[in-house]
């Protein structure tokens, strides 16, 4: 059945990609949080890592690779601007979407996620493998940052108490409500405060999602937002903690219900709660 995205070319099928493994037009991208026990224990045959805390992230700066990063790692596992890219990862595609949203930052092109993820693919009982590919580095250019679908903090700022704007809290009741300040998967990696940004309407990320990890249908995702007030004649905002769960609901948003106006707040609520003189509700 096809769910009718606006965006129909950022998803492919899991049987897709078995069935095209040998395809020497794309490149597949396991990108995950916890590579050890993700990746190096298995991975879809021909699949390249992206370990997420360190290709993706500058640990020293608490921010997104730089440019000359971007290239860097793009030119380390040898891929083109012209190359199609496909991303999956653990984590129901967490952080393969927020691959997806660093990537389209630097102005890649050719990118889809594998619905499912890492989820449907072993419930499938598909093939894994343990062998890592080699690459052929390239010399990749990256485009200068597309800052329009990015958020600081100055512009979360910005939205209070304008009615143009929607802002999006994509984690769990309990984190929203101040009850707990991390996920539970994540215990230690909390912030001062709990609670959300004034004004911000909770629609956790998971919501987005069947059992099996892909994305339900293009009306089910129209009602389950609009019904919040997040429609796509407002700019819309995203967060989360640290923005991988919110980079999930920003593609969900711009690609797969196409809404025009949509940024990730990527330092959200570790940067929200541990600054001093923000104001939050509870």
Not at 47 to 61: E, F, G, S
Not at 176 to 196: C, L, M, S, W
Request: charged share 25%.
């Amino acid at each position: 059945m096809t769910k009718q995205y606006f965006n129909q070319d950022v998803l492919c099928e899991t049987e897709w990609v078995n069935n095209n493994l040998d395809n020497s037009t794309i490149k597949i991208l396991e990108v995950d949080y916890d590579v050890e026990n993700s990746y190096k224990e298995g991975h879809i045959p021909g699949a390249y890592m992206v370990w997420w805390k360190k290709d993706i992230n500058d640990l020293y700066t608490r921010d997104i690779i730089n440019k000359t990063q971007f290239e860097n790692l793009m030119s380390r596992i040898g891929v083109l601007p012209e190359t199609e890219l496909i991303l999956y990862g653990d984590f129901n595609n967490w952080f393969a979407a927020f691959a997806f949203w660093v990537f389209k930052y630097f102005g890649h092109k050719k990118i889809r996620i594998m619905d499912g993820g890492r989820k449907k693919w072993e419930q499938e009982n598909r093939p894994y493998t343990k062998e890592e590919p080699l690459s052929t580095p390239t010399k990749y250019v990256a485009a200068a940052p597309d800052e329009g679908i990015r958020a600081y903090l100055d512009d979360v700022k910005r939205s209070f108490n304008k009615v143009e704007v929607g802002l999006v809290d994509v984690r769990s009741q309990k984190e929203f409500n101040g009850e707990i300040t991390a996920p539970p998967e994540y215990p230690a990696e909390h912030a001062q405060r709990g609670g959300h940004i004034p004004g911000a309407k909770n629609i956790p990320w998971i919501q987005a999602i069947n059992e099996d990890g892909t994305f339900k249908t293009a009306e089910e995702l129209k009602s389950l937002y609009s019904n919040l007030g997040i429609t796509p004649d407002k700019h819309i905002i995203c967060y989360c903690r640290i923005g991988e769960r919110s980079s999930h609901t920003w593609f969900v948003l711009k690609y797969l219900l196409g809404y025009p106006s949509v940024q990730n707040y990527d330092g959200s609520w570790t940067e929200w709660g541990n600054m001093i003189g923000n104001p939050i509700e509870k």
